[in-house]
């Protein structure tokens, strides 16, 4: 099967995996920048919330994100996202979208339906799961930091506590990021990564002075670790520093103003 596809509706282009699309019980999709409402730097589908752009721009991208997927609910539930591991369940549908907006965390997750989840990149790994026998999702933010502290292990045990998923059902979207070549992290957090960080060794490759690290692999092996089927982890093969046309990139803009793509899973009702 073919890992992604694209998807144009209304000029808004969305990326798909196919093998998860075959999965009935969900709705799920990665944004572009290919769309929406927003001016430069943010041009033109900026998902991000508070990033210097008015939010109501924002607000519209959000539906019209929505509505390219067909997920129906425009409430999408984001968390403020700090490079940690803190897992914020999503388990009473009563609790609108709005009154998370400042919750801090790098992943969400619930096994409610009709409840759409997200996390915001430009550059970091974008992890979706899905659990289609217990009926569970989770959308995890996956930056150096969290990929180091391992947090996509940490979201698989927390859906076997709270759902009873058992790790060989889940499927596994890893979204469009930064990809090891376009990823030089200098010489002085190399060596930091290689200190602290035993199990990132294998995913450091140094060349010619320059200090790459592979996050995507780094949570592939994470994800086949909690007891994953390498089957069922499907990779979006596109980089977001390469594809300027498509992707926001921080590292691209060198740390300056740019906006955010989504990442989407929910649980149909
Ligand atoms: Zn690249």
């Known amino acids: 099967m073919k890992h992604h596809k694209v998807r144009v509706s209304e000029d808004v282009k969305t990326i798909a995996v196919p093998a998860i699309d075959a999965v009935n019980s969900v709705i799920h999709g990665f944004s572009t920048r290919v769309g929406g409402v927003s001016a430069e730097p943010f041009s033109a589908m900026n998902l ?35 490079h940690g591991t803190r897992i914020v369940q999503i ?18 997750m619930t096994n409610l339906p009709g409840i759409p989840i997200g996390v915001l990149t430009a550059d970091c790994v974008p992890i979706l799961l899905i659990d289609p026998v217990q009926r569970a999702v989770a959308a995890v933010h996956a ?3 969290g990929s180091l502290l391992r947090i ?19 499927r596994a979207a890893v979204g ?15 060596a930091d ?17 320059a200090h790459y690290l592979d996050l995507r692999g780094m949570n592939h092996a994470d994800l086949v670790a909690a007891g994953l089927r390498e089957a069922h982890i499907h990779h979006v093969n596109l980089c977001t520093a390469c594809e300027a046309q498509t992707f926001y990139s921080y590292r691209r803009r060198r740390g300056g103003q740019t906006g955010r793509m989504m990442s989407l899973v929910m649980l149909k009702e």
């Open 176 to 190: 469009p990021g930064i990809e090891a070549r376009c990823y030089d992290i200098g010489e002085t957090l190399a």
């Open 91 to 108: 388990d009473d549908a009563k609790i609108p979208a709005v009154e998370y907006r400042q919750a801090q965390g790098d992943a969400l």
């Open 48 to 82: 991000g919330l508070n990033l210097g752009e008015d939010n109501d721009l924002v607000e519209i991208n959000r539906c019209l994100f929505v509505k390219a997927l067909g997920a129906g609910n425009p409430d999408i539930y984001t968390i403020r996202q700090t």
């Open 193 to 209: 990564v290689r200190e602290r960080f035993a199990h990132a060794e294998p995913f450091l490759q140094e060349e010619d002075g």
């Open 152 to 170: 996509v292990t940490h979201v698989v045990r927390r859906m076997q506590d709270a759902f009873g998923t058992e790790p060989e059902h889940l």
């Open 143 to 145: 930056g150096r930091q």
